[in-house]
């Protein structure tokens, strides 16, 4: 999953805020793990971190994890919202080429 997470961070490039504040555009990825996934990069991030939790099994991490996986759908929402309101029709429309 590490693998998803990498190949939508080298896509994102200038895009890429770290997941603080309001998203940043620059232009719409659609290329790439982005022309299969959209918000790739918190899906690698979400798949590691359950993958990591199901192999450790301690009860703190597992908490820990599910926290992070919740702040990440959050993240998702927000930006969905940012980019339906900042492109409207051309992000609607990318949503329903992705799988995710």
Known sequence: ??????????????????????????????NGIYSKICHPLYWGINLTLIGLAVIYQKIWFIIIVLLIVFYFFWRMKIEDKYLIKKLGKKYEDYKKKTWF
């Open 1 to 30: 999953m590490l693998f998803i997470w990498w190949c939508a961070k080298i896509k994102l490039g200038e895009n890429w805020d770290a997941g603080y504040g309001e998203p940043k555009l620059k232009r719409l990825v659609t």
